[in-house]
Structure formats: structure tokens, C-alpha cells
């Protein structure tokens, strides 16, 4: 089955389109979490909300590069 050339390159800006979203729920819910954290233990100085903020970034990038390696594929 041949597919057509055309539509390909749209599904690709279909999906880096879809990038900075999935990034903003990773990190929304990663400082949320960590928020909540600090609110359930009366942490004064952020340190959850610190923690799980950057690793919230670190997942959030490390799919976008898991995702750009899929496209280089096909």
C-alpha cells in the first residue's frame, strides 16, 4: 500500500503541533503535584514543588526526544 506523499508531511506538523501540550500537562501536573505535596506535609521553603517541577521538565523533554526520534524514522 502506497501512501500519499502529501499527506505525510501533515501528520508530522499534526504531531509536533501536539508537543507543547503534552509538555504543558507533564509540567502542569508535575508542579501540581509537587504543590500539594508541600501543602500535605506544611513544607514551608517549596522543596516538593522544587523536585517535582524539574522532573516533570526532565520527562516532558525527554518525551519530546523520544517523539522527534519516531518522526526521524518514518
Not at 499527506?7 to 500537562?25: S, T, Y
Not at 508542579?31 to 522543596?47: A, C, I, R, T
Request: proline share 4%; aromatic share 14%; charged share 15%.
Amino acid at each position: 500500500m502506497n501512501q500519499d506523499p502529501k499527506k505525510k508531511p501533515l501528520n508530522k506538523w499534526l504531531v509536533l503541533m501536539n508537543i507543547p501540550f503534552q509538555m504543558g500537562v507533564i509540567i502542569f501536573a508535575g508542579v501540581y503535584f509537587g504543590n500539594w505535596l508541600d501543602e500535605k506535609q506544611q513544607n514551608e521553603n517549596s522543596l516538593y514543588t522544587i523536585i517535582f517541577s524539574l522532573l516533570a521538565v526532565f520527562i516532558a523533554l525527554y518525551n519530546v526526544i523520544q517523539q522527534v526520534k519516531n518522526l526521524n524514522k518514518e
